[in-house]
Nanobody, 115 residues
Framework: QVQLVESGGALVQPGESLRLSCAASGSIFRIYEMGWYRRAPGKQRELVAT???????KYADSVKGRFTISRDNAKNTVYLQMNSLKPEDTAVYYC?????????WGQGTQVTVSS
């Protein structure tokens, strides 16, 4: 089992930055990929960024150049740095961990970009 706890969501203005955190616990040694997904109002959940262990990060076209996914193995934490935020980035952001034992999700954290 893997537990994921997100934090960092907030209400921000367009153009501002925000950093989301996802703390993992449990059977983390079995994780082979972590990532961030989001669900905007009235839309399906979509990939934002993924980071395979030892692999190449992947970003949605809509966030390339603005968002950066990173990982601190010592803290078992994955981050999503979001710069130049736009109103269309408004969504609930979910942390995801894919492991040998299954696919796990956090509870989500709300990001609202509005003036």
């Amino acid at each position: 089992q893997v537990q994921l706890v997100e934090s960092g969501g907030a209400l921000v203005q367009p153009g501002e930055s925000l950093r989301l955190s996802c703390a993992a616990s449990g059977s983390i040694f079995r994780i082979y990929e972590m990532g961030w997904y989001r669900r905007a109002p009235g839309k399906q959940r979509e990939l934002v960024a993924t980071m395979p262990t030892g692999g190449t990060t992947k970003y949605a076209d809509s966030v390339k150049g603005r968002f950066t996914i990173s990982r601190d193995n010592a803290k078992n934490t994955v981050y999503l740095q979001m710069n130049s935020l736009k109103p269309e980035d408004t969504a609930v952001y979910y942390c995801n961990a894919q492991s040998v034992g299954g696919n796990y999700w956090g509870q989500g954290t709300q990001v609202t970009v509005s003036s």
